[in-house]
């Protein structure tokens, strides 16, 4: 008889992610079903405010990669309205970007995805001086140098088991057979964890130097950026730069050994070695190297052919609602899309865990909706962006993508699997962070000449005015979507990442990423399902950004009266 599991929550932050599948008598899944249990209606309430504020409201949509919306929000309106922005300021958002990838990935890996991979408690059996040597396999300068160092991390996560209170180290083991480290290895990735906190502050410092703070930066409006004096600033660039050595640094000792071993330790686990079953990809143009010119270049894949890679048609994205907690009656184009909720609640029944409520796979049962590409569901993310990439003959890409399969000896298949997905965001992250330096070294020779940082924005209340931006968030392609009428947000749509991968079923019966990268899964015990979680963070799901404050009773909490275009 099949049975049917439930696990909510799933992600370890920005989360309110449910994931249900069902099961056969062989534990194998058949039907799996994503869903946000939580609607925010960020773009809702953006409409008839000023557009100037968009970029500092939407940048609210989130708490991990708020300079993503911020920065979406604040070129679709420069694009509405038609500007260019001098190139500095161009660049001063690129290093921006650039320093919220090496921290994204780098919190992603260690800390929201690292103990699917890395059981802690077992790395307290593992012998320090073997694990020091073990080290020196997957990179020649291991980040935890020796011996002592390594004992010194074994006795204060034992202090921490002893008191019987695993923290954030609880959750994730249930003593499931598909971790497949070593004791030894799991000390060398956990000394890697502990060592992450810190390096992840850094990261956060260098994001703080051009944007002001960090969560939420501050320095960009309408126009340019407002760091000037930074920008001008020699301890300031000095400042940047020497952080970035420290990241970078973690990268390719830390984070890039780790993925090494994870290959050869998993590259025989089934369980990690499927979970790409949407093989159609999209990602678009980011990271500025020079005037005009990227680091990623956009397109699409569409059904796993890679040698058809086509350049993005804007118009062939649409949001289809069928199966999302909205009304609409067919999929709609964002310039033209609707937020209208119709909540329909969930269904009891019995799982593994006794009577619940639970999805209503048949009707409505997400607040995702189901974002298409001239009708196809898509992956987006790290992964996404490496293959178009790859497939583009990217040459900083191809040879990223190669120098890993070659040191791991795993084939270029190897890519489209859960273990691909984790690897590809770590060589992302890499080439972020190895060409994010391009960057730096460009605008100080174009700040030998040129000074400038923005232009002023020119809105008549008289004209009408409609634009996009696309930008690579760390989680993948992100859009955002503007209609400017009588000086105000007509109507704004944010197409996100997330909803892109953990949408619901379409009214043709589609799923999309993350509940087709579970079907054929066979889990050891339904109960304890950590494959399932496994595969579902590695796409490194953020569903604050999906669904972009609601009170649950429907009530309304307060109610303002703002006059946009007060001085
Ligand atoms: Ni809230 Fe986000 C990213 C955006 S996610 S993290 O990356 O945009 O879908
Ligand atoms: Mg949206």
């Keep these: 008889m099949n049975q049917r599991v439930v696990i909510d929550p799933i992600t370890r932050i920005e989360g309110h992610l449910r994931v249900e599948v069902e099961v056969d008598e062989n534990n194998v899944v058949q039907k799996a079903w994503s ?55 161009r660049y001063l958002r690129s290093l921006m970007h650039t320093s919220l990838f090496m921290h994204d990935h780098i919190v992603h890996f260690y800390h929201l995805h690292g103990l699917d991979w890395v059981d802690v408690v077992s790395a307290l059996s593992a012998d320090p001086a073997k694990a020091a040597q073990v080290a020196l396999k997957y990179t020649d300068k291991p980040i935890a140098a020796g011996e002592g160092e390594l004992r010194a991390v074994q006795e204060r996560v034992k202090g921490f ?34 060592k992450a906190l810190e390096v992840q502050r850094v990261a956060a410092e260098m994001m703080a130097i051009f944007g002001g703070k960090q969560p939420h ?10 760091s000037v004096r930074d920008m001008l600033s020699p301890a300031r660039l000095q400042e940047w730069k020497q952080k970035h050595a420290i990241v970078a640094d973690f990268i390719e000792r830390g984070y890039k050994a780790d993925i090494v071993m994870a290959a050869e330790a998993f590259g025989g686990e089934a369980s990690v070695l499927g979970g790409v079953n949407i093989k159609s990809f999209m990602a678009t143009n980011d990271f500025v190297t020079a005037d005009g010119e990227y680091l990623f270049e956009q397109g699409v894949i569409l059904k796993g052919d890679l040698a058809g890679v086509s350049d993005i048609n804007p118009d062939l994205i649409a949001e289809d609602v069928t199966h999302a907690w909205y009304k609409a009656d067919k999929p709609q184009h964002p310039y033209d899309g609707t937020t209208i909720p119709d909540y329909t609640g969930f269904v009891e029944r019995d799982t593994v865990y006794g009577k619940l409520p639970t999805l209503d796979g048949d009707n409505k049962y997400s607040w995702v909706k189901s974002p298409r590409y001239q009708g196809e569901p898509v992956e987006v993310g790290p992964l996404a962006c490496l293959l178009v990439n790859y497939a583009r003959g990217n040459q900083v890409v191809v040879d990223a993508v190669n120098g890993l399969l070659q040191r791991t000896g795993l084939p270029i298949e190897a890519l489209f699997t859960t273990l691909g997905r984790t690897a590809a965001r770590m060589l992302q992250t890499s080439i972020v962070a ?20 923005y232009i002023k924005p020119e809105l ?108």
């Design 434 to 453: 190895k060409e994010g330096l391009r960057t730096f070294d460009a605008l100080l020779t174009n700040i030998q000449s040129d000074d400038s940082t």
């Design 460 to 567: 008549d209340s008289n004209k009408e005015y409609v634009g996009h931006a696309m930008l690579e968030a760390p989680r993948g392609m992100l859009s955002h979507w503007i209609r400017i009428k009588e000086g105000l947000v007509e109507n704004y749509q944010a197409v996100v990442p997330t909803t892109w991968n953990a949408g619901p079923v379409d009214a043709k019966g589609q799923m999309g990423p993350y509940e087709a990268s579970l079907i054929g899964l066979k889990l050891e015990d339904p109960a304890k399902p950590l494959e399932v979680i496994r595969i579902i963070h590695s796409f490194d799901p953020c569903m604050a950004c999906a669904v972009h404050v609601m009170d649950y009773k429907g009530q309304s909490l307060g109610e303002f009266r703002i006059d946009p275009n007060a001085r």
């Design 161 to 194: 088991v002893e008191t019987g209170k695993l923290g954030p180290f609880a959750n994730a083991y249930w003593g499931n057979g598909t971790y497949k480290f070593t004791p030894e290895q799991n000390l060398i990735a956990l000394s890697h964890y502990l």
């Design 35 to 89: 869903s946000s249990t939580l609607w925010r209606g960020i773009e809702v309430i953006l409409k008839g405010r000023t557009p100037m504020d968009v970029g500092l409201i939407v940048q609210r949509i989130c708490g991990v990669c708020t300079y993503s919306h911020y920065r979406c929000g604040t070129e679709a309106v420069e694009n509405a309205l038609g500007m260019k922005i001098p190139l500095n300021a």
């Design 217 to 226: 930066p501050q320095s960009l409006v309408v126009g340019g950026v407002t």
